[in-house]
């Protein structure tokens, strides 16, 4: 779930998932934060995420589908380093 305080956290290029619509093969919906979080003085619960998926699609999350999405964790150096398919070298 992304809320105001998660979303002023994000940063461009921070991946996002959607928690129910899924991809072609089953993996999550993902689309990656474009620009800087939008917040209003007025509407104090209000902001807007500006995203892209793929090379033509542009989105917005908003407190309105903020709780469809999700932030993805990137994996920490452990886990990179023991799980051989995730290896740059093949």
Not at 5 to 19: E, M
Not at 25 to 43: C, I
Not at 59 to 75: D, H, I, R
Request: positive net charge; without cysteine.
């Amino acid at each position: 779930m992304i809320t105001k305080q998660i979303a002023l956290q994000l940063k461009p290029g921070t991946i996002l998932l959607h928690k129910s619509e899924k991809q072609g093969g089953g993996a999550p919906y993902r689309v990656r934060v474009t620009g800087q979080v939008r917040v209003w003085v007025k509407r104090p619960d209000d902001f807007r995420i500006p995203v892209k998926h793929g090379l033509y699609t542009n989105g917005e999350v908003t407190q309105a589908n903020g709780s469809e999405w999700e932030v993805e964790k990137p994996l920490t150096q452990e886990q990179y380093d023991r799980d051989p398919s995730q290896s740059i070298d093949g």
